[in-house]
Structure formats: C-alpha cells, structure tokens
C-alpha cells in the first residue's frame, strides 16, 4: 500500500497546455516536497510546503498543501519540453526519524513541442 | 561546488555475488540516505544516517542488505548474496540537519542489474 498516491502516473501533453498533478494521503504530514528527476540523474528539490493551505509559485510552477496537510498538487502553466521528467512528492512523517521522508510512485510527464 | 558522487554509475553481476555501492556526501552535510527506485517509480526509503547517532535501518529489505558510514562522511551499502528482485537504481542523498526545510541533495545513482 502506497502511503502517497500520485496521479495520474503518467501525462502526455502539447507544449503551451495546462497540467496538475496530485499527491493525496491520508496520513498527516509535517512537510511536502516536490522533486523532479530526468532519466540518469538523481531527484532534485523543486519545493517545500509546511503550512496547511499555503501556496508557493515558482515560475509557471504552482504548488499547494492541503489545508488538513494530508495532500498536495502541483499545477504547470502553458508546459513546455524543457518541463518533461519524473515528478515526484515526499512526505515527512511525524514521528519518525527527522529527515525520513516517504515518495510517491511519482509521475512521469511528457511535453511534445 | 562538488555535489553528491556514487560509484559506480552502472554494476553488472551474478546471482548470488556481493556489491558494494559507494556514495561520498556533500562536504559537511551530517545527514546521509540512501534509496531504492524501480523503473520509473517513486524512491524507497532503505537507511538513514545522521551524525553519530545509530541509523535507521527500518528500510532495508532483508539482512542481505547492510550499509555502512565511516567518519561520517562516505558510506557503503552492501547487499550480499544479490538476487535478480534486487536489479534498480540505487540513489544516494545527504542534507544538512535543519529544523527547516531538510532538502536531500541527491548524487546520480548507481544502476544495479543481476542477472
């Protein structure tokens, strides 16, 4: 059982669309991050959300925890092909060790030109 | 500055071998994890060090499983007797302990195949 659900697993767009990916729990978390991985390379930190209902915009990026801080989305504007790769949500447990983090399956994206 | 480096970038063995992966951290960062990810999947959680506390070894699969941190800097993850199920990319990644937003920097992997 995946303690964070990703969808969609995968999305296949073209350049200039709209997306939202989601991470949903129903755990509690004391931290979400986002990170984006490119085939051969290792994960790297997009954001991190801390507050229920706080948004963070980076760019075209916009990211939001959910109020309860049990799900998260992130929302891509007008995509383009430089933002295909592997998106992945981590959750920070409370309770368990500092650091620990849990991954969702992730979601791989595709951005024609 | 000099991320974080796993070596080797690909392995190649035998049922029933033992690998050693290596991973040299950021300079100075106390934290170091290391992570098990299947064909485009998410990251699963093997270890966990921090400082010279004991590490959270509630990740690892089975006992052929076992890493070590020396100097708290490099660390080592060994899994003895590898079977085909073990075939993924094995990433590392360390932090600075803050009581902030604790951003794991991750090194490139090491790609583990047994055939």
């Known amino acids: 059982t995946q303690l964070l659900e990703q969808s969609p697993q995968f999305l296949s767009i073209q350049e200039g669309e709209n997306l939202t990916v989601y991470c949903n729990s129903s755990?509690?978390?004391?931290?979400l991050q986002w990170y984006r991985q490119e085939p051969g390379e290792g994960p790297v930190l997009l954001v991190t959300?801390?507050?229920?209902?706080e948004v963070k915009k980076l760019k075209r990026l916009t990211f939001q925890f959910g109020d309860a801080r049990k799900d998260s989305s992130l929302h891509i504007t007008a995509a383009q092909p430089g933002d295909t790769g592997l998106y992945l949500c981590a959750g920070g447990i409370p309770g368990t060790s500092y650091g620990k983090l849990t991954f969702g399956q992730g979601t791989i994206l595709t951005v024609h030109p | 500055g000099a991320g974080v480096s796993q070596s080797p970038s690909n392995k190649v063995t035998e049922k029933g071998k033992d690998v050693e992966l290596r991973c040299d951290p950021i300079?100075?960062?106390?934290?170091l994890y290391w992570y098990r990810q299947s064909l485009g999947q998410g990251l699963e959680f093997l270890i966990y060090?921090?400082?010279?506390?004991?590490?959270?070894k509630s990740g690892l699969p089975s006992d052929r499983f076992s890493a070590e941190r020396t100097g708290g800097s490099v660390s080592t993850l060994t899994i003895q007797r590898t079977q085909q199920e073990d075939s993924a990319v094995y990433l590392c990644a360390s932090s600075l302990r803050t009581s902030g937003t604790n951003e794991q920097f991750f090194g490139p992997g090491t790609r583990l195949t047994v055939l």
């Open positions: 959300v801390v507050t229920g209902g």
């Open positions: 300079s100075g960062h106390t934290a």
């Open positions: 755990s509690v978390f004391s931290s």
């Open positions: 060090f921090q400082g010279n506390s004991a590490p959270d």
